[in-house]
């Protein structure tokens, strides 16, 4: 069913601005949280507990994020803290007023959550994990000075029919997501070093393994991708881990996905 034409309209226009990654004192774009019935566990080093999560672009017309720029869960976003307690009980609780959002790197296709360990220790919890449910967005902090702020109607546009376009083209479409989600877990589940022992091919997929991928075809769609990063010397010859490697092949498949929900836009449908 097509949207109405007034929003098209609306969208339309934005889409035929340029965007850049220079400095900027406006508004970043707003992301999608891609969907994820599993949780996904958080690592706890140096104080904090953190993992990278999987996101797409909703303003093709906004600035592309940098490292780090802050942003925060939309209003009516549903972005759970999975607490596990000392006693080995599970305690489900809203994310929002206790994590940290963070662009994992320059561009719109990852971004970092974390909770400060002394946080996770206040809640009472030994370990935690994070659920991402439906249509979830991610809007950016405000900027003092902002010269083009997200408005009310950016929000809503956001928040509302893109994110409801892009659930249907991107977290729930024909083209394989699930790929990506996979290329997500085997990154969190790998270190961010360089690893130079005579085995660390073996162990680093051991290491990989052990978190469990459900069923025989993701693991075997989780152990190409592994590979591939090994094929050609790409990772002893290149310098870089094989956690580098894999957000690589990750940021390039989320941005196919990405072009697709754009033409969707374009083409009102």
Same mark, same amino acid.
């Given at each position: /069913?097509?949207?109405?034409?007034? &929003?098209?309209?609306?969208?339309?226009? %934005?889409?035929?601005?340029?965007?850049?990654?220079?400095?900027?004192?406006?508004?970043?774009?707003?992301?999608?949280?891609?969907? %994820?019935?599993?949780?996904?566990?958080?690592?706890?080093?140096?104080?904090?507990?953190?993992?990278?999560?999987?996101?797409?672009?909703?303003?093709?017309?906004?600035?592309?994020?940098?490292?780090?720029?802050?942003?925060?869960?939309?209003?009516?976003?549903?972005?759970?803290?999975?607490?596990?307690?000392?006693?080995?009980?599970?305690?489900?609780?809203?994310?929002?007023?206790?994590?940290?959002?963070?662009?994992?790197?320059?561009?719109?296709?990852?971004?970092?959550?974390?909770?400060?360990?002394?946080?996770?220790?206040?809640?009472?919890?030994?370990?935690?994990? &994070?659920?991402?449910?439906?249509?979830?967005?991610? /809007?950016? #902090?405000?900027?003092?000075?902002?010269?083009?702020?997200?408005?009310?109607?950016?929000? =809503?546009?956001?928040?509302?029919?893109? =994110?409801?376009?892009?659930?249907?083209?991107?977290?729930?479409?024909?083209?394989?997501?699930?790929?990506?989600?996979?290329?997500?877990?085997? &990154?969190?589940?790998?270190?961010?070093?360089?690893?130079?022992?005579?085995?660390? =091919?073996?162990?680093?997929? =051991?290491?990989?393994?052990?978190?469990?991928?459900?069923?025989?075809?993701?693991?075997? &769609?989780?152990?190409?991708?592994? #590979?591939?990063?090994?094929?050609?010397?790409?990772?002893?010859?290149?310098?870089?881990?094989?956690?580098?490697?894999?957000?690589?092949?990750?940021?390039?498949? /989320?941005?196919?996905?990405?072009?697709?929900?754009?033409?969707?836009?374009?083409?009102?449908?």
């Amino acid at each position: /069913m097509s949207w109405p034409t007034k &929003i098209f309209t609306i969208i339309a226009a %934005n889409c035929a601005a340029v965007f850049s990654l220079g400095p900027s004192q406006a508004a970043t774009q707003s992301l999608a949280l891609l969907e %994820n019935s599993e949780s996904t566990p958080l690592v706890c080093e140096a104080g904090i507990c953190k993992a990278e999560f999987s996101t797409f672009c909703l303003q093709k017309e906004r600035d592309l994020p940098r490292a780090g720029d802050p942003y925060h869960v939309a209003t009516g976003g549903a972005v759970t803290l999975v607490l596990t307690l000392a006693n080995g009980t599970l305690k489900r609780i809203p994310a929002n007023s206790h994590v940290i959002i963070k662009a994992a790197r320059s561009g719109h296709t990852a971004v970092t959550i974390e909770i400060p360990h002394a946080k996770l220790s206040g809640l009472g919890a030994q370990s935690v994990a &994070i659920e991402v449910g439906e249509r979830v967005a991610l /809007m950016p #902090d405000p900027i003092l000075g902002d010269d083009n702020p997200q408005t009310a109607q950016d929000k =809503r546009l956001a928040t509302g029919p893109l =994110r409801g376009l892009g659930q249907k083209v991107v977290d729930t479409g024909p083209h394989d997501a699930d790929r990506v989600r996979l290329l997500n877990r085997l &990154i969190n589940a790998l270190p961010n070093s360089i690893e130079r022992q005579a085995d660390a =091919r073996q162990s680093l997929w =051991r290491r990989a393994a052990a978190t469990g991928f459900q069923t025989f075809q993701r693991t075997r &769609i989780a152990k190409a991708e592994y #590979d591939a990063c090994w094929q050609d010397r790409v990772v002893e010859l290149y310098g870089y881990s094989v956690r580098h490697c894999l957000q690589r092949r990750h940021d390039g498949l /989320m941005w196919q996905h990405v072009k697709r929900y754009w033409g969707a836009v374009g083409a009102g449908s």
